[in-house]
């Protein structure tokens, strides 16, 4: 500017000395020739001149400068500004933490813990080797020998195997994962000693039972096209959307080529809804107990496999579902692992058990009393089969106690023909059979009953002594428990409750239960139930004394169905369905459970196995003791 | 501000000649008298500790902003220091409740316990007092069965039990504290071996129900508890 001030206040000082140009006059003709043809060129140029020239190529340049800016502010203001914005702004997801599944008095079989993945960008590693800079500096490894650093760095600071993550690091990939679960602060001290490892969150899921309850359970995983755990087996799958909650999100910037968060940036914040709590009615002791004693008996009388359902005898909730196979949750893959859940996926044909229907009609129609004397042939004839009993005899008097409690064949066809097949038919269905019962378990399966219009001549003298329909342990549990439950079938649920984030608990829905048979219907077949499980001498003696437990009166079924054999497409003569069904304490039972047993080849009862869960149960459940005499009935009369 | 020291020399140089005694308090006037001389005499008296105050006040500013900034800093370490300790004990936190619920849960109290020799309860009988002081037994009181041994050594332990009960207890707790350090390396598998293989070391569990032992078991009780 004071230059400025001086070219601008030197013309006028020079305009008015016009003296000035007068005085230097006299000198130039003197000097060389050259001289007069080029002086008057440096003669200063018109400052007014130079003033305009200056003013307007200011004033161009303001031009250029107002059009641009009014290119940028106005005409592509929005596609800039949102080309700045994705340069800039990044969403983060914020993870929903997955709900845990909770046994009936809080203990957790599945829970989750944050975790990271250590990923690595193998390529990259072998890359930086090319830039002269690392290669120059003394000592610096070769990719290789980095890479082998790497491997045994992690795996002394992980406790892994160094072979896999080398093997990986060797890889020609961009993108490998070293480890997939590894704990913060691990993944921290990995990355602090190795810049060239990454990680990535993840969420580990805990099973602190191991295969206790894994088949109910279930088992979820990481999935890596929607970065997140996903339930893939058992109520972990079933339950997902309920365990799984609502991932948040966070708008901020982000400075460019990197995740560095700008403080103070976040825009947009929306909270990640963390996942349900879901308290199962499962009691994990005694689910563990039951298949222990489970597992123990299959192995012991070699069945292929068995399954045991205990129900509460009042509100139909499972309190322990086992199968003899089982998996670990944390690694679903591994030789040997049973997934399924064949309590409730894989229906069988009952036998005996399926007798309390012909009973209960019998009962409830008031067409039998359990004293009612049955004058019972070796065998009977329904259409075009004859059916005898499993064990030979001429005609014999019984009574209904003694049908039921020594398993008569004949005598409980006797027994469904005075019922006829409308009102069986009606009772299957009020006890559940050929349906679902709704247990939020995936996979169930309704069992197979032939529909009505089906039924041939010889049907009815196979279904009420439970051949020629199918039902899960599941379902032969539930049928128990509504003569247990005074003729009142609550159908079963595993599930209940849900615990909000807030920790507000919101019960399941209760079921509705249906009235399959009067209260006193429901008490007379426990009284008869009880002959089952009599001791008594020769033919008073039931088919499952050795279900009874000192001090609790037992009711309960023994049942052996014959298998299809494919072969020949008949029922096969070895192999065979072994059930048992039962409730104790007999007059006012508390427990309900159903047992069966997959081929076992001798043929042995599942009765032991009942007396062994249930003398668990009735320590466990502390059941007070009947001080009454064992009930003793005649059930074969001279 | 800048019209109070345009104005101020005009009032000095109007002033200048009746207080000439203060104008060798200042050296520059003299370089240039004609034109600013009277200039520094108003000057002293009025801007020196104006001059001053702003001095003070920016180092002062200076100071204080250098002063917070560094505590600032000094703060923001701190805080970053304690997010870490938050995010460790956290994490702590996370990992010991996983351990704990480990633990705790079911296969491994019975996997520990098993470690210790400890074998499951079985049955227990029930003793009823009646009103009247007198009691009834109810059940069959037995002692525990002690699980059997590892599969390995098996011919020895297996030919006395099916002899007599009170060798059984004795060599099957022999057993269990010979098994004990077995399970530990075996793991889960080994351990599931080892309940299965109870039951045929043990036949008279089955004999039982038969009507005719549970006097011989009754005596068992008698001696069993002796040899542990």
């Not at chain 2, 002063?67 to 994490?91: C, M, N, P």
Request: aromatic residues 4%.
């Amino acid at each position: 500017m004071p230059r400025t001030a001086a070219t601008l206040s030197r013309p006028p000082s020079r305009a008015p000395g016009v003296r000035g140009p007068g005085g230097r006059r006299p000198s130039p003709p003197p000097p060389p020739p050259r001289g007069p043809a080029r002086r008057p060129a440096p003669r200063p140029p018109d400052p007014r001149r130079r003033l305009r020239v200056g003013r307007v190529i200011l004033v161009a340049v303001l031009v250029l400068c107002t059009v641009k800016l009014v290119e940028v502010q106005g005409l592509r203001a929005g596609e800039l500004s949102g080309d700045a914005a994705r340069q800039r702004t990044t969403k983060l997801v914020v993870p929903a933490e997955r709900g845990a599944i909770l046994d009936r008095y809080g203990t957790p079989l599945a829970f989750s813990v944050e975790a990271k993945a250590l990923v690595a960008n193998p390529r990259r590693i072998t890359e930086d080797w090319n830039d002269p800079a690392i290669r120059s500096r003394p000592g610096a490894p070769t990719p290789d020998q980095r890479k082998s650093d790497i491997a045994l760095g992690m795996g002394r600071l992980l406790g892994l195997d160094p072979g896999p993550i080398f093997g990986s690091l060797m890889a020609d990939r961009s993108y490998v994962v070293l480890a997939p679960l590894v704990d913060p602060g691990a993944a921290r001290q990995v990355r602090e000693a190795f810049p060239e490892i990454a990680e990535e969150d993840r969420e580990s899921r805990q099973y602190p039972a191991g295969d206790v309850a894994a088949t109910v359970v279930g088992s979820a995983s990481w999935n890596m096209d929607r970065a997140k755990i996903r339930g893939s087996i058992g109520l972990e799958s079933a339950l997902d959307s309920t365990l799984a909650g609502t991932d948040g999100f966070r708008v901020v910037d982000t400075a460019e080529g990197s995740d560095a968060v700008i403080p103070g940036t976040t825009r947009a914040e929306l909270p990640a809804q963390a996942g349900r709590d879901v308290v199962l009615t499962l009691d994990t002791d005694l689910q563990y107990a039951v298949e222990q004693r489970l597992r123990d008996y299959t192995t012991r009388v070699g069945a292929r496999s068995g399954s045991a359902v205990v129900l509460d005898a009042h509100t139909g909730q499972v309190l322990s579902m086992a199968n003899s196979g089982s998996f670990n949750p944390a690694a679903p893959g591994a030789a040997g692992a049973q997934l399924s859940n064949p309590s409730v996926t894989s229906p069988f044909e009952p036998g005996s058990v399926n007798k309390v229907v012909t009973m209960a009609a019998a009962l409830e129609a008031g067409l039998a009393r359990p004293e009612d004397v049955l004058e019972v042939p070796g065998n009977i004839r329904v259409a075009d089969r004859t059916i005898s009993d499993a064990w030979s005899h001429g005609m014999i008097r019984m009574t209904l106690n003694g049908v039921l409690g020594r398993s008569s064949n004949v005598g409980t066809l006797m027994t469904a023909q005075r019922v006829g097949p409308e009102r069986f038919a009606s009772m299957l269905e009020a006890l559940g059979i050929g349906r679902r019962t709704g247990v939020e378990l995936p996979g169930e399966s309704p069992g197979s009953v032939p529909a009505r219009e089906d039924w041939s001549g010889s049907t009815f003298g196979n279904l009420p002594i439970g051949q020629g329909l199918s039902m899960t342990t599941l379902q032969m549990a539930s049928m128990y428990q509504a003569v247990a439950n005074d003729g009142v079938r609550v159908p079963p649920r595993v599930v209940e409750a849900e615990v909000g984030a807030d920790g507000v608990r919101t019960p399941a829905p209760a079921p509705q239960g249906v009235r399959a048979m009067s209260p006193d219907t429901a008490r007379t077949l426990r009284d008869m139930l009880q002959s089952v499980t009599q001791n008594g001498r020769g033919a008073d003696r039931g088919t499952g004394p050795q279900a009874a437990i000192p001090g609790y009166p037992v009711a309960g079924k023994t049942g052996t169905a014959q298998q299809v054999d494919t072969g020949c497409g008949c029922y096969s003569q070895s192999d065979y369905w072994i059930t048992f069904a039962g409730m104790f304490p007999a007059q006012d039972p508390r427990y309900v459970v159903a047992l069966m047993l997959d081929r076992p080849p001798g043929g042995d009862s599942a009765a032991p196995l009942f007396h062994e869960i249930g003398a668990y149960l009735a320590q466990h459940g502390a059941v007070p003791v009947s001080t009454a005499p064992p009930r003793q009935v005649p059930l074969t009369l001279p | 501000m800048s019209t109070a020291t345009l104005t101020e020399p005009r009032m000095g140089t109007r002033h200048a000649p009746a207080t000439p005694s203060r104008r060798p308090t200042s050296t520059r006037p003299a370089a240039r008298p004609t034109t600013t001389h009277a200039k520094p005499v108003e000057d002293g008296k009025g801007t020196a500790p104006f001059v001053l105050l702003i001095m003070v006040l920016l180092t002062g500013g200076l100071v204080a902003t250098l002063w917070l900034s560094t505590a600032a800093a000094a703060d923001s370490y701190r805080l970053d220091e304690a997010r870490q300790v938050a995010r460790d004990l956290s994490e702590q936190s996370e990992r010991l409740h996983r351990d704990v619920e480990a633990a705790q849960s079911a296969p491994a109290l019975a996997a520990a316990a098993r470690a210790q020799g400890m074998v499951p309860a079985g049955e227990p009988a029930v003793l009823l007092v009646a009103p009247d002081g007198s009691t009834q037994v109810i059940g069959d009181p037995r002692p525990a069965q002690p699980i059997a041994p590892p599969v390995t050594p098996p011919a020895p332990p297996a030919a006395p039990a099916s002899t007599s009960t009170g060798a059984q207890a004795a060599t099957g707790a022999q057993a269990a504290t010979d098994g004990q350090p077995a399970p530990a390396p075996a793991g889960a598998a080994a351990a599931e071996d080892q309940l299965v293989a109870v039951p045929d070391a043990t036949p008279d569990v089955d004999a039982a129900d038969s009507e005719t032992s549970p006097d011989s078991a009754a005596t068992a009780d008698d001696t069993a508890p002796v040899t542990p």
